[in-house]
Every structure is written in C-alpha cells, then in structure tokens.
C-alpha cells in the first residue's frame, strides 16, 4: 500500500463526501421544517449546474453561478407555493409522493430544455490538468473550491441557524410548529424558505461540483441517493452530523476502489443505506428517543 | 375586551363546546374552571385560532378574529400560554424569549427586553443559556409564560398553567399571575386546580361537558354548592350530618 495513494484517495472522498453533505443538509433542512424527505433535492443540484453552465455563455462566471442560484432559490419557492402549500395537512406518505412527482417533473423538463448532453462549468481557477501539490498529494484546485465552499456552506448556515430571526423561527418551527404559530411565526412561511434555502445550497453545490463530475439532465437522481443516505447514515434532520457522514460515505466509497472494480462504488452506499435502515434507523448520531417522535 | 357569543367548536365531526358565550374585561383575572375533557382547550385554542370554528363569534378587542390564523391573531395582542407549556426544547432559554418577542420587532420595537422577564422570573436569567428542554416542570412553565409576555400581549391566556407541578410551585406561578394583573394585564386563565383559581381571579366560569353551567364572580363560585362538591373536593351535605 502506498501511502501518497492512500491520501489521494482520501482526498477525493473529501470532495465527494463534501458534496453529498451538501445534498443531505438541504434534505435535512426541508425534513425539519415539514418532516417530510423532498426527493427533489438532487434536481436542484442538477438545475443550479446545467442553468450555470447556460448562463456562462453570456455572464463571466461568477455572475453565471450567482444567478443560476438565485434562479434555483425561485424555482424551490415556486415548487413549494404550487405543489405543497395548499396542501391542509396532508400525509407523510402523500408529501412524499409529491416530491417524487416533482423530481420527475424537473428531470423531464431539464431534458426537453437542455437535451442529454453532458455539460460542466469550466474550472473556478486553472484547468482540469493543473494541480498543486500538498505533501506530495496532487490535488486540483477545483477540489479546494469544492471543500472551502462546501466549509463555507456549513458554517453560513450555522451561523444563519443560530443568530437570525428566520433562523431561529425556522428551528422553532421543527421544535414545536403549534408553539411556533403561537409566538407570531408563519410555519407556511418557514416552509417555503427551507425550500428556498435548500434549493440555494443545492444549485451552490451543483455549479462548483460540474467542473468534476459533470451535470446532465437525469445527474440529480444518483445525488438524491447519496445524500439520502448520508442524511440517514448521519439521523434525520441533524445537519452536522450529516457533514460527518457525508465524509465518511465519501471517504468508504473512495478507498472501496481498491477492493472492489469503480463500477461498483455505488453499492457502497445502497449497501449502507440499507444497514442503517435495517439496524439503526435513527442514524450514526441520532438518539433512539428523537428516532421514535419521528413520523417517518 | 374579548367578548365570545354562542361559540361552536370541535374537531371533525365531533363537537366539543356548544353555545359558549363569556366576556373578559380589562384588567381582571378570568378563569374557566372545569373537570378533565370539559373543553376547556378547545376553547382557548379555538380563540387562540388553533382549532377552527364551526359557529358563533369571537370579538376581541371590537375585531372579529374568527377568519385569522393563530400568527395574526398574536400580532393582535391575544397570546396564548398552551397547554403543557410547550416550549422549544431544543432552543436556549434565552432563544425562546427572543421567539416571543418577534410579534414586538413586527411591530417596529427594536429592543428586546429581557430585563422585565428576568425580573418576574430570575431563575430564567440564571438558565439563560441552558436548552428549555432541559429545564424543570416549574421553570419551563415559567419560560412558557414569559414567552408570550415577551410578545406585551393586550390578553394573555394560560392553559392549566399547574399542570404536574409541585404544590409550592404551583402557589409560585398564581402569585405571578396574581402580580401580572397587578401590573394592569388582563389574563384568561384555565385551570382544574378550581381552588388555586378562584383565589386569584375576579371572575370564574363553569365548563361541564361543552357548556358553561355556572359564572360569577370568584367568591359566589367559591361559596356555591356545586362548585364546592364538584371542583373543591368537599361535599357540605356530608359535612353537615357529622
């Protein structure tokens, strides 16, 4: 075993794990508030990348990534006024039906706009060859933007949690809606911006992740699933620990390449997706008694 | 102030309060005493907003609040202290006062005051930065209350503010209470513990499966039969004989 290997595997689990973090916190978000799983999630990934890569034929790429997460904030919000909010309680089961129809829906229309053509966003800085060297690990600079605006994502939303009145109305609401209502919050409200954050932190992650993996219409799907299974591997609706996860699943994943052919690097996490849900649903970090006051 | 006609109410096909009407007057105690399943929550969560009408009229404060959900009906300035206090378990004690105060920031107040919570409830500033759902029954009630005083309601309704709490404490919160009128609020209070009630309200009512049998002022309630054999445990006719 080499160890400079070893750490460029690690490497590129960080990356992905960052991403798949990512996916699981914007889950994790829309789960608090509603307590329903928006299977939608990896589509506004795909839309923030595919519409980035459109609109960098006519902005530099800054302005490109900023629109096109603002563009995805609108659709989360129009998603959310159109399909959920008229809904008077409504079952977990038919929530959740929903949100499937509106994957689906998304994908279709990405095809019928974009087309199957794979695209990607160029690199942030460099090109697809540079690299730098860190300890004798080679490491593209695409990587870097991926994990610092991975870090920067987490600790944003740390601090927007923590210290701001939506924030801190948005964690009422998933601690006691009723009470929430009580003290003047609008939960219809709250809901619409979990939507809205979780599309914004999802398309944020689609642009900076294209560079590496590419984006085509039908990509949000496989993201659903990873991040899925972080948010799961991590317990539902706790977003720290599905930074965790996240690293861990991409890590495991990552160094999987050598026991097992890359083509069955996805195995990994259907296979851990399907432990935790058999043997401790409530996650790595969950607590029984949180797992058990859940609906789903 | 809050003035309620003919009040229907229920959930789905069942109806829990038939033909409520009651008043609350400015700056008085009011208190709904009645046993278990009496209706009493019904009956503040309806006027809360919370459980929705199916006939009659809420008037508060001259407005028809009927069509509002529970978030407008707050920013009115009728707040509810639900039932088993409900905080935000998972929040600080602190982030649960700054909660009650959004309806004050809505309103253009841009300070939050603490202070006046701290010095009704001094045990909250000591668990400032403690999670409520770490507090004691006693304090989390208290927080609960200071939650909805954080919003300076014109009404505030409590919902068996002694539920599962020790004698002592229970003397604690009506004391508060009893100051909080004192101090010019108006206060709708509902409570099994009819005894500890009537001692500190200027008027009571009596809910017996979804209808008011009985209202008067505190001392005629305290002093009536039924209300003593029914809700203060003692039964004169018995007494009497001995």
């Known amino acids: 075993m080499n160890i400079e290997l070893f750490f460029q595997y690690i490497v590129a689990g960080i990356t992905y794990g960052a991403i798949y973090s990512i996916v699981a916190i914007g889950f994790n978000i829309i789960y608090n508030t509603t307590g329903i799983i928006n299977f939608a999630q990896g589509e506004f990934v795909m839309i923030g990348g595919m519409t980035a890569v459109t609109l960098h034929s006519f902005f530099p790429l800054p302005y490109a990534i900023l629109l096109a997460v603002i563009i995805t904030m609108i659709a989360g919000a129009l998603i959310e006024i159109i399909f959920i909010r008229w809904l008077v309680n409504p079952s977990v089961l038919r929530m959740i039906i929903i949100t499937i129809g509106i994957s689906i829906l998304l994908r279709e229309a990405a095809l019928y706009i974009w087309g199957e053509k794979v695209r990607g966003l160029p690199y942030f800085t460099g090109t697809s060859v540079s690299s730098l060297s860190i300890g004798g690990v080679h490491v593209s600079p695409q990587v870097l933007w991926v994990i610092g605006i991975s870090a920067v994502i987490v600790v944003a939303l740390n601090l927007f949690f923590s210290y701001t009145m939506p924030g801190r109305q948005m964690r009422a609401c998933a601690s006691n809606r009723d009470a929430a209502r009580l003290c003047g919050v609008s939960a219809s409200n709250m809901i619409t911006l979990s939507f809205v954050l979780s599309a914004g932190i999802g398309a944020l992650a689609g642009c900076v992740v294209s560079p590496i993996t590419y984006v085509q219409y039908e990509s949000g799907t496989g993201l659903a699933i990873k991040g899925f299974t972080v948010a799961i591997l991590g317990g539902l609706g706790n977003s720290m620990a599905a930074v965790a996860a996240g690293l861990i699943l991409g890590i495991l994943e990552s160094l999987s390449i050598w026991v097992m052919p890359t083509a069955y690097k996805d195995v990994i996490s259907i296979s851990i997706l399907l432990l935790m849900l058999f043997v401790k649903p409530s996650g790595l970090f969950g607590s029984k008694e949180a797992a058990s006051l859940k609906e789903f | ?242």
């Open chain 2, 1 to 242: 102030m809050l003035k309620i006609k003919n009040l229907e109410s229920g959930y789905g096909k069942l109806k829990v309060l038939r033909k409520i009407s009651i008043h609350v007057n400015p700056g008085e105690i009011v208190t709904i005493i009645g046993a278990n399943g009496a209706g009493k929550t019904t009956l503040l969560n309806s006027i809360a907003g919370l459980v929705r009408l199916k006939s009659g009229e809420i008037l508060f404060d001259k407005q028809d609040v009927l069509k509002f959900p529970p978030e407008k009906i707050v920013f009115m300035g009728c707040s509810l202290v639900p039932e088993g206090r409900q905080v935000f378990s998972t929040m600080t004690v602190k982030e649960n006062l700054i909660l009650g105060a959004y309806v004050q920031q809505r309103r253009k107040q841009r300070v939050i005051d603490l202070e006046s919570i701290y010095s009704i409830f001094p045990v909250l500033k000591e668990r400032e930065k403690q999670l409520a759902g770490t507090l004691s029954g006693g304090e989390q009630q208290m927080l609960a209350i200071g939650r909805a005083l954080m919003a300076k309601p014109k009404l505030i309704m409590m919902d068996e503010p002694s539920m599962g709490l020790a004698p002592l404490i229970v003397k604690e919160i009506f004391n508060i209470v009893k100051r909080l009128r004192d101090e010019g609020n108006t206060v709708l209070l509902v409570e099994q513990n009819a005894k500890a009630a009537l001692g500190i309200a200027n008027r009571g009512y009596v809910l017996e499966t979804g209808r008011i049998v009985l209202e008067g002022s505190s001392e005629d309630l305290l002093s009536n039969r039924d209300v003593q054999r029914a809700y203060l445990g003692r039964d004169l006719d018995s007494e009497m004989k001995i």
